[in-house]
């Protein structure tokens, strides 16, 4: 009974919690007690229903106190959810508007909270404690000076500045200040919540770092036990195998500053991110290898070098949520050896969550927590199942299918709730993985332990395993280049969220359903697809995304896909292609490379295809279209032989002649002047490039849109001869700033008027007109 007690009070706990998060996430947090107050009320009515029906079960106090913790929970999350105190370093972040461009340059004192990492953009980042500010250039206000701060900064700095950095380490960076912004399109990442949950609410983009005392880098700590072990695998190793097997041993966080990002990303495409996430597999190595050397001592010492073995594991890696997870897993099973009981694997795995939470309540948001977590119960409920399945098969070939099977039934639908995509070949990719990830974790555990007595030692011990890393790494490459090595299903909503978990636990606790497993399965595949395809069979409607320079314009009409312009390759990456996957797009039916800047002539126009590259190496495109050649550009060709190599069709537009895309017809003005026509639901769209006043005064002269609903633009100036042509009853500017002449000619002929930096992506829909991504907090004199 004792036991059952426990495992509901965790329970309450955990869900508790959990419908904080929830509620956090849509509410920020205002209706936190009201929250509270409903979980208890639930909780006061179970304890006097329940033991109606459970006689023998819980007793009714046991019950009342579950309440109580229903009750509590909420409130302590709330409690403990960041906030920018008085002297917070974001407090003294200068408000910037787009007239007003001056950076803040400061200088900030602080202590490294954090081992660095290489970005994609090739930057070193890392978490700075905050002390001290002093401003360089100030912004209308006299420069502070050694003001005195507190708060956490997200920093990054230039690669070879980050040289040598360590945790615990007090630097000075000098830089620019800035607040995070919410997201401006759909589907793209939000850093300004990143940061949040981090705690941080400013970042620095550091330019120099120096460090103000010559006797910080000389003190001891983990990062210099890391870097032996680093060193003396990479030595034999090489870049990237021996970084990859360090991070196999120890985890990527512990040596991300030399594990490239584009690496990263590929294990993480095919399933193989755990891979690289120091957790339960590497705690089973190392309990392993103590038992098999202490096997003749007492178990107390067994239990003593354990539990050292773990903490050291523990300040190697240093105290994340899926390490500690597996710890305090691994000190519960030394526990019960200890006390020569059997171990409970689920309630080690339930009291850890407890513990962890009660440390953190905010882990309950953290992504590797909730995966760490859902992964291990997957393997404790669902494999014993799997292998029973299975028995046809020898047990190594049943354990290595039933693995990556149970954890991808319960990690699966968090997935797709937060990155609207599934990978089909990663449990066949974990299958085939898994006899080299088991080989060169045993070698990186024997060869770490080598290079801290001898370094020569660990590379020499280290050196065998460079084939088994490079196959993998080529595994993980080869798989993520198949086609459709990813899906995109779209967005699911949180009742599909929950409503699947609902249906993996139904077939995990009643025995009824484990015996028709496969008809769970097949209203788990309807919950995702008969929604996703209803609404892309229904929805049409007009995005324009809020991107830099040339408008970026997606069409989602009934399923077929229209995108006009890519962006160059950060937006393609981080903006178009976020906002497809969300939209669950696997193909796009027509592209349209249009209004790109005209470059000098001789001046190759590459730069501007590689967003379209970008686009092209994840989703292909069955039709493109695209503008006559410019000047003596040579990348047509390149252009033409990718998009064929993806089996579409490539043409040219040619002036004058409309182009049906689905129910849209598309048509180039004049094959000198950037501008497209769009007629969209019997509505006329302008998308204009960067044209010269003598070039818009010549476009005014040729058109013929009397009747223009829409000009999409990058903000320059519009001349007013041209704007009395068109006379747009929605503007719509793709840029950081908006021309104030423009602005006050646009005004006086009543036209509503749209700007991408301020608004975000602007949405249109027949039913439901014109939608902003962003709320309109700024006052209209921030468009000039």
């Known amino acids: 009974m004792a036991a059952v007690g426990g495992i509901i009070l965790c329970l309450a706990y955990i869900v508790g919690l959990l419908s904080a998060a929830v509620m956090s996430s849509v509410a920020e947090g205002r209706f936190s007690f009201i929250l509270a107050l409903g979980l208890g009320g639930l909780g006061l009515a179970a304890a006097f229903i329940i033991p109606r029906f459970w006689r023998t079960g819980a007793p009714r106090r046991l019950w009342l106190t579950a309440a109580t913790v229903l009750f509590l929970a909420p409130l302590y999350f709330q409690l403990t959810v960041p906030q920018p105190g008085k002297n917070d370093i974001s ?87 800035y607040k995070p912004k919410p997201p401006a399109n759909p589907g793209s990442f939000d850093f300004q919540a990143y940061l949040a949950k981090e705690g941080a609410f400013a970042g620095l983009t550091g330019r120099s770092v120096s460090i103000p005392d010559e006797r910080a880098g000389s003190r001891w700590g983990w990062w210099r036990i ?90 190697l890696t240093g105290p994340q949520a899926p390490v500690l997870r597996a710890v305090i897993m691994g000190i519960a099973a030394l526990t019960a050896m200890v006390q020569e009981r059997k171990s409970k694997p689920f309630g080690s795995l339930l009291l850890a969550a407890t513990i962890l939470l009660l440390i953190n309540p905010l882990w309950i948001q953290d992504l590797s927590f909730q995966l760490s977590f859902l992964a291990t119960l997957g393997l404790l409920t669902t494999v014993p199942a799997l292998m029973k399945r299975l028995d046809w098969l020898p047990p190594v070939l049943a354990g290595a299918i039933a693995l990556p099977i149970a954890a991808s039934i319960w990690t699966l639908p968090l997935q797709l709730y937060v990155f609207n995509v599934v990978s089909p070949y990663s449990i066949l990719v974990n299958v085939i993985a898994t006899p080299l990830i088991t080989i060169i974790s045993i070698g990186g555990f024997i060869s770490a332990l080598a290079g801290l007595i001898w370094p020569l030692a660990g ?194 537009l040619a002036a004058g002649r409309s182009v049906e895309t689905g129910s849209t017809d598309v048509k180039l003005i004049d094959a000198d002047l950037p501008a497209l026509q769009l007629q969209i639901q019997g509505q006329n769209w302008l998308l204009l490039g960067n044209l010269q006043p003598d ?90």
């Open 91 to 177: 407090q003294f972040v200068a408000a910037q508007t787009s007239g007003n461009v001056q950076e803040q340059i400061v200088t900030v004192r602080g202590k490294i909270a954090s081992t660095p990492r290489l970005t994609r953009s090739k930057r070193a980042q890392f978490w700075l404690n905050a002390n001290q500010l002093s401003e360089v250039a100030g912004i209308d206000k006299p420069a502070r000076v050694g003001q005195s701060v507190t708060g956490k900064l997200y920093v990054t700095v230039p690669l070879l500045q980050a040289t040598g950095l360590n945790s615990g380490e007090e630097i000075d960076v000098t830089g620019s200040l």
């Open 226 to 315: 890391r870097q032996r072990i680093l060193r003396s695998q990479a030595s034999k190793l090489g870049i990237p195998e021996g970084p990859f097997v360090s991070a196999m041993v120890l985890g990527s966080q512990a040596v991300n500053l030399y594990l490239p990002a584009a690496l990263r990303d590929e294990f993480a495409k095919v399933g193989l991110a755990h891979a690289l996430a120091a957790s339960g597999f590497q705690v089973s190595l190392i309990l392993a290898i103590v038992g098999s050397l202490t096997g003749r001592l007492s178990a107390r010492a067994k239990f003593g070098y354990g539990v050292a073995a773990l903490l050291i594991f523990l300040g």
């Open 459 to 652: 590379s020499a011990i280290a050196w065998p395993l460079y084939y088994p890393a490079h196959w993998l790494i080529k595994l993980a490459e080869f798989c993520g280049q198949l086609p459709g090595n990813s899906v995109a299903v779209g967005a699911i909503a949180l009742w599909q969220l929950i409503a699947l978990y609902g249906l993996i636990a139904i077939v995990w606790l009643w025995h009824w359903w484990q015996r028709r497993w496969w008809l769970a399965g097949l209203i788990a595949i309807s919950l995702v697809v008969f929604p996703v395809w209803y609404s892309k069979t229904t929805l049409f409607q007009v995005t324009v995304l809020a991107t830099p320079g040339e408008p970026v314009l997606i069409i989602q009409d009934q399923g077929k896909i229209t995108l006009v312009n890519s962006g160059d390759t950060n937006t393609a990456r981080f903006t178009v292609l976020p906002f497809l996957q969300q939209q669950g797009v696997n193909q796009i039916d027509a592209a349209i490379r249009c209004c790109t800047p005209r470059l000098a002539k001789g001046t190759d126009t590459q730069v501007t295809n590689n967003g379209w590259s970008a686009i092209l190496k994840r989703l292909p495109i069955a039709n493109f279209y695209n503008e006559p050649a410019i000047g003596d550009s040579t990348s047509q060709p390149n252009l033409e032989s990718a998009v064929q190599s993806r089996k579409g069709t490539y043409q040219t």
């Open 695 to 784: 070039q818009q005064n010549q476009l005014a002269t040729k058109t013929r849109l009397s009747n223009l609903q829409v000009l999409a633009w990058s903000g320059e100036r519009l001349t007013d001869d041209l704007l009395k042509v068109l006379k747009p009853s929605v503007a719509i500017a793709s840029s950081s700033s908006v021309d104030p002449d423009t602005v006050t000619a646009l005004r006086r002929n009543k036209t509503q008027l749209f700007w991408t930096n301020r608004d975000g992506a602007i949405q249109w829909s027949p039913k439901g007109g014109f939608e902003t991504t962003l709320e309109l907090t700024e006052n209209e004199a921030s468009l000039l």
